[in-house]
């Protein structure tokens, strides 16, 4: 029984932390959210120089080879530093598919590019009716003449309109809700017969509304067996449920002291918020709270890298915790904070922002104690 | 023990719910039904057709222009108001400075705003909150120094909602520092924003609004006339102020509207596509709201009987303003898991009239995070959650 | 819009608060707890003399002819005075039962000695597999050749050792949850084939387990048309959950103000408990639900005397909702009183165990939150 | 970062289910599946069985009698333990007494008083709460003057669990009054049961049972030997056995084995009748228990941990008491719930062996209401969870 970390692990976090501490200040990140861009393509270019984008690729591929402990390390202090590049949709999702994929081309050529900082990717895989449910796929890919024509729509596509290249999960057979059937495809973003209409996201990222229109897509797109793809990107979902649940508990830690910090040094009545009981007892359920998160996701981490069978019940597990847990916890720090909490100059206000949407994406609370109760 | 309405209430309902479906400008509500964020012309328009109907002080006194109602007639307006999905009345002038006025103020002061507040001619804003008082409002440090005929005015006001379309301030202000107790030494005065040396900041809110400002005041001089009552009895007068704010401050009305609204497309979803899987886990979520909010109307209805016979209300108005914002708050929660994916997107445009492109979702959908988000103020401002425990503490434990 | 009382029941209300604050004293109460009566036939008789045991049946069985607010104002009482005798079983459910029953004879002979204070009576309606299933009734009683023989087995049918009269529900005919099909039955306790096991409940009543093995009954023991009883049972039921809603209100009321008491005189770090402001907000909680309580249950009385549709889902909401919050008040205020809330010798014990088995009873939080559902 | 169980860690599992299975009393695992009340002799015999296999020091060192066990080891234990549906040991003696006798004891009283503890020949209770005492121990009274070779002990100590059973009581007691804070003139005595001047009030508490007791001190002479380490550092040493008191506090392993007993005995009623109509709505309660236990599993075992690395336990062993006691109740919440009408009768002796009549459910429903109102005091005793989130605060927030 040991949690402590590693030598490599420890050096690994140091440099995240130090890095992020020098050059990843609140004020400059804001004017990057609040640009046309909608994130830095200069820090991008650190994150592979850092080697953050060779992360979670195997060795083999000339990457890092880090397991869940390495990325729950990045992930944790992206999130206390509130990064808004999109290392996930890039790395984890994208890159996941295209790393379990069976595409030895794609998967050679395409992820030494990640690496390298210079191509960006999506996973498209909601859909308008899906709701959370990965094998509700209507958009379909169908036999033409040569290859097969696609058609569809995906919403809420992260990092849409900055990728290069799409992951696309599309029914090559089956009913719209059949596991089998689904084929993913990685093709390029300019492809004839993609259309993308971008937008902000509430948490002031990037996403897109994408629609497929007849596109041509055949063998060499295919990055799962035909009608198979569904493992893969359940396996995908997984770790970045994972990664998300990570970033989350960065922030819960960010905004438990935060809070605490603010109310030593916010005077009202004469003295400083912090002393006053009834709110000392709530920001002890903040910390209460962020180490039990902490307990599950150590817990899950674990069980993945021991690749132990009730993995798919531990991260459903956290994820419903954190989902709850965390929205509960950003709600105090507003409390907490008072009128300064809800302003958009502060960090708390997008921290909390950021929890709020961790908690939907890849399934909310409500649905991740569904899979739980399914999986128990 | 009854909540029967007689027959002449119910005539009135029926009177009241024709007025918004008819009289009141429809394209106003056809906005709030679609989430667009409504201009302060809508605003005026909307209060102005009350005014017209006569309508506009629905808590004044008949002397002063006002409705003149019974507990009652103020429950069924402010019930069919928010049934047609009206927009609220914006309170500083019609609930806070006109009652005010009207108490404490001079003749001539009466003469000269009451009219323009009525009408929505003349828009108003609270000058209450300070950067270093919040919660402890009476540590306010915003000076009033007698100069002749003049006050002149120094320090900063903040969270000042919609202070950037105002026409006049409110505002409680130290014109006496050689006090026993801070909340002594305070008036109650009223500001033109045109004023020389008033400036103002927005302040952008989480979801990236421009509602509130801090407002500065740099050497602001005064006509004394603009004093409200005596000098140094301020803190009194905004006290009957904070009572005024907390009328309808619970918004059941509009709280049961919007879960018939969430069952509705609860249903819909269910319908085609998109509804959480446990269909019934939600609607048990909804009904725990809707119980939860079916006694907070009767606690409502019982501070309304209880003020009626002509008792003050009691600490039972701190918990509509508690449990309200808890019970908005919760709802606003439902929404956004309802919505799932559809929150996400932040296009607020897409609902404006000449937007070109597609509406990635149902309103109420695309609403649901942005509203989520706003509203995480309500338990903060108009005294926090925290404040009005306390006031209740106090109140029931006697200490 | 009127939440006042009229001068009647201002002095019903009045006239019961003085009886019990000078007759009814918590160390005496508890002296009849620990004996073998159960209760006190004393006080029986003077709840008659009172005319309580009249109270909800019409004028002419010369009654009292309360209705739903009159029975609110002395369940709130019998609530705030602990009071062990046995009303709810005699007088609500028992004489409910005849009292909308369509046993003319039975209903005048009975009624008239239960006002008296001469008979009691016991409502057996539960089994074993029912839960909290009106319907749901195997209890059978099966033609013979000259009448029906009663064969089955009641659970905890409150009062059953010292009635004299027990009301049954009987299958006559259906399956088990069929609707139709239930009679009910009035019979003489001590009939032959009646074997009663009483036991003391947890909150200090008096319950009874009833085996029904072979007993005779006929016409003239029907109190409902023949397969038609369900529809009484379920109003004597509503009516009831009525009368413990408000008894439950009356102890949320007595638990709130002796826990402020209580931590206004208890010193501990050399100040009373009430300055922790800690304790003050949860204090306030209590308050808030007590009062939020008792708008419900004024709105399910209004509701009621008011004949509106929706009676059935405001009693359910009022269930609901007094369960969940009554049980968290009842658990706050022995948190509150520390090491003497735990103790059989204090008075808040006892209303903690009362206010949760009225949690149990007529079906708990989690049931009633379905029928709301249902209704609404 | 890992915590896989090594190959002897796993050997040593085995043989600890062996001997829970095997040499264990099995007629008192017997009476904890039938819910039925041990008696003293039942933990004893119990506990010496324990002993003789010599595992009644889990947390004492080897030199004097204990296992030496590793945190993993013991971690291990206490799930075994669980799993086999064991009596907690009685902490009086082995988890709090010994502990300081050990560490602060002079050599007469080690030899004198770890034997018996170990072996439980002797019965230790804890005189700490006193009347007027309860979250503010360090406000007590009792007083022990000195006289010649002897102490007088004069005072009432209360909330003595398992007193009745006792042979010896820890206490503490002030022997100095002169004091600038109250934590200091405290000290830590030794009280043989039968002396002179001590008598017993049972408190019977809310369930009817007899578990504990005020113990009342009139001029107890005891001798002055039976002073523990320095007079006057008794807070000191009282502090040191809290933290012993803490571990296993979280009881994870038992509310695991309780909460899968819940899953069964939720099939088995939806098999055979009495399950609640949406069965789902209660398997969900059920997980979100489990997944907080499954949170406070994790943090203990980080406790013990960074405890096995040579760190003193932070706050944490806090939130082990916080929500462990909580979880319990919650688990104590959904037998009750689960129970239905099962959990009325108030008929404990329906599962003795010689009961005549027939019992009238299954005996988790029977107990349920029971062991609800019981275990309301775990959050009160060993420092109420109040007093826990004011240490949390004091460590974390640093006020």
């Known amino acids: 029984m040991d949690f402590s970390l590693n030598d490599d692990q420890t050096m690994l976090r140091d440099s995240i932390v130090q890095y992020l501490g020098k050059s990843y200040a609140f004020e400059k990140r804001m004017e990057v959210v609040d640009s046309s861009a909608g994130f830095s393509r200069d820090k991008w270019a650190d994150f592979a120089e850092l080697g953050w984008l060779s992360l979670p690729f195997e060795e083999q591929l000339d990457g890092f080879g880090g397991g869940p402990i390495e990325m729950m390390l990045l992930m944790q202090e992206l999130g206390k530093g509130l990064v808004i590049e999109p290392y996930l949709a890039t790395v984890v999702l994208g890159g996941g598919c295209l790393a379990r994929g069976n595409n030895e081309k794609l998967r050679g050529s395409l992820i030494a590019k990640v690496m390298a900082g210079e191509i960006h990717l999506a996973l498209a895989y909601a859909e308008a009716q899906s709701r959370f449910e990965l094998a509700h796929v209507e958009c379909r890919a169908t036999e033409a003449s040569d290859g097969l024509l696609l058609d569809g729509e995906k919403i809420v596509v992260m990092n849409g309109a900055a990728a290069d290249y799409l992951v696309v999960s599309a029914r090559t057979s089956g009913e719209q809700d059949d596991p089998n059937g689904i084929t993913l495809f990685c093709i390029e973003a300019g492809r004839q017969g993609i259309e993308r209409s971008s937008y902000k996201t509430v948490d002031g990222m990037e996403a897109a509304h994408i629609r497929f229109e007849g596109v041509r897509v055949d063998a060499s797109d295919q990055i799962s067996a035909r009608d198979e793809g569904l493992a893969i990107l359940e396996n995908v979902i997984r770790d970045a449920t994972l990664a998300v649940c990570s970033e989350a508990l960065g922030i819960m830690e960010a905004l438990t002291y935060k809070t605490i910090e603010y109310t030593k040094n916010r005077q009202q009545f004469g003295v400083p918020l912090s002393s006053f009981q009834a709110l000392q007892h709530r920001m002890v359920e903040m910390f209460m709270e962020l180490e039990q998160s902490r307990s599950l996701l150590l817990r899950a981490v674990i069980k993945c890298h021991e690749k132990a069978p009730d993995r798919a019940a531990a991260i459903a597990a956290l994820k419903y915790y954190i989902g709850t847990a965390g929205r509960k916890l950003g709600e105090e720090a507003v409390q907490l904070h008072g009128g300064m909490g809800v302003t958009y100059e502060m960090d708390i206000a997008h921290y909390f922002k950021r929890l709020t949407v961790i908690d939907t994406l890849f399934g909310n609370s409500d649905y991740q104690m569904n899979r739980f109760v399914a999986a128990a | ?399």
């Open chain 2, 1 to 399: 023990m009854h909540v029967t309405f007689s027959d002449s209430e119910q005539q009135f309902q029926t009177e009241v719910r024709e007025f918004f479906s008819q009289e009141y400008p429809q394209d106003v509500l056809q906005k709030m039904h679609d989430g667009i964020m409504l201009e302060k012309e809508d605003f005026v328009r909307g209060q102005k057709a009350i005014y017209e109907k006569g309508w506009a002080g629905v808590n004044w006194p008949e002397e002063y222009g006002g409705t003149g109602w019974s507990a009652t007639q103020k429950h069924i307006f402010y019930e069919e108001m928010a049934a047609a999905n009206c927009p609220s009345i914006v309170p500083f002038g019609l609930s806070m400075v006109g009652p005010v006025i009207y108490t404490y103020g001079s003749e001539a002061q009466k003469q000269k705003f009451l009219p323009g507040i009525l009408s929505s001619d003349e828009w108003w804003c609270q000058g209450y909150s300070e950067p270093g008082s919040g919660s402890d409002l009476a540590s306010l440090k915003m000076r009033a120094e007698r100069d002749g005929d003049e006050y002149v005015l120094n320090g900063t006001k903040t969270w000042t909602t919609l202070a950037q379309h105002a026409d006049w301030m409110f505002l409680l202000a130290r014109t006496n520092t050689d006090v026993a107790r801070k909340q002594e030494g305070i008036s109650f005065l009223l500001v033109k924003m045109d004023a020389p040396g008033i400036s103002l900041t927005p302040i952008i809110t989480l979801d990236g609004e421009h509602e509130i400002n801090s407002v500065f005041f740099d050497n602001v001089r005064i006509p004394a006339d603009q004093l409200v009552g005596e000098e140094g009895k301020g803190w009194t007068y905004g006290k009957l102020l904070l009572t005024h704010e907390r009328a309808n401050i619970a918004g059941v009305a509009v709280s049961q509207n919007r879960l018939e609204d969430l069952k509705s497309l609860l249903a819909q979803k269910q319908a085609s596509g998109g509804a959480p899987r446990e269909v019934n886990t939600f609607a048990r979520k909804i009904a725990h709201v809707e119980i939860q909010l079916h006694a907070l109307e009767y606690t409502e209805l019982r501070t309304l009987a209880s003020v009626a016979t002509g008792k003050a209300p009691g600490p039972e108005s701190s918990i509509l303003k508690i449990k309200g914002t808890e019970i908005q708050q919760a709802i606003d929660n439902l929404y956004y898991e309802l919505a799932g994916y559809n929150a996400i997107p932040y296009l607020r445009e897409q609902f404006a009239a000449d937007y070109p492109g597609q509406q990635l979702a149902e309103s109420t959908d695309a609403w649901a995070a942005l509203r989520y988000f706003n509203f995480r103020k309500a338990s903060i401002y108009g005294g926090s959650n925290e404040i009005q425990k306390n006031i209740i503490a106090k109140a029931v434990l006697g200490v």
